[in-house]
């Protein structure tokens, strides 16, 4: 490739990072193949699952193989644990071709685009795993590594809930670090008076450094932390403004983000995909902890809700969460069990539905170099 043709794959890949295209960037360059070893009843479909929940939530494009639900296609004739005999040839016989087609399955998906493969499968004898890197590994050329399951019990229960309302919220101002509401205050009150009365043993309290995360949780009797990582989504120059304010002093920037807003990374702020990123230390933390409040904002829980839920990236930023709600994360085999706690005080709603029109994204002939990332230049108008 000459020098003009690497300039034009860099501004591409610029414009792209700064502009957004509708795409989320690859981050594999090389497609990955992750086996599950172990016997069955051992959680390595947990495990599948969580590992593709989690590299999608991050923005890396996974999909979990089953072989089991190959195994059970194939055949219906085996009802009982005869069909595993290692000395019932006929059965092994189906079990050989069920592994390779799923194999088959996997390299074409990859090649097709995708960057992780997860194989859940016992895949227990030396001869399955030779059989799995000789397909993967030497004449596929992708990179494979074997994850052993030996424990399944997780023990982590999450609830999560939002802070009270705040003064800016009455007015419809997003970010900014404005107090609660009289409202607010009183939710706080009933939330202790709830969480009290719940018993639940060994809770911890995580909150935002933010005040009205930090009012929320004043008259909750457990210990208490505060993350930077759970502050609400930097909105950058669009700070404590309303909606309506910002269509009018910047109409692009409410467009774009219109028609990307997982992408959209508001101007010297941050970006949904930002926010994932800024999160997954909380995540990997949450996910060894035992029972946790976490008091947040709605970006941040919308999150925390997709990574447990399981949302896409396009579900994600118009994901439901109403002020005054308490919203209870239970594990159960393959996700998440999911409560929902009205609490008897008003509060408004905060909720901006996906538009029904989605605006076309703006065409960016130029990167600004004052920061504003996002604001594209048009001939007639003037967004500063």
Known sequence: MDIDSNRAEGWKYLNKQFFGDGERANYVNIPHVIAMVGLPARGKTYISKKLSRYLNWIGINTRVFNLGEYRRHATHAYTSHEFFRADNAEA???????????????????????????????????????????????????????????????????????????????VGRIGGDSELSTRGLDYASTLATYIEGQRIPGLRVWTSWMKRAIQTVKDVRAPQERWKALNEIDAGICEEMTYAEIQQKYPTDFNARDANKFAYRYPRGESYEDLVARLEPVIMELERQGNVLVVSHQAVMRCLLAYFLDKSADELPYLHVPLHEVIKLTPVAYGCRVEHVQLPITAVNTHRPKPAVIPAPPICSEISVNGDTNSCKESNQNNE
Request: one cysteine or more.
């Open 92 to 170: 092994m016989a189906i079990r050989q071709q069920c592994a390779l087609s799923a194999l088959k399955d996997v390299c074409d998906w990859l090649v097709g685009g995708g960057e992780v493969a997860v194989f859940d499968a016992t895949n227990s004898t030396m001869e399955r795993r030779e059989l799995i890197r000789n397909i993967v590994v030497q004449k596929m050329g992708f990179k494979l590594f074997f994850v052993e399951s030996i424990c399944d019990d997780p023990g982590i229960i999450e609830q999560n809930i939002m802070h009270g309302e705040s003064v800016h919220n009455l």
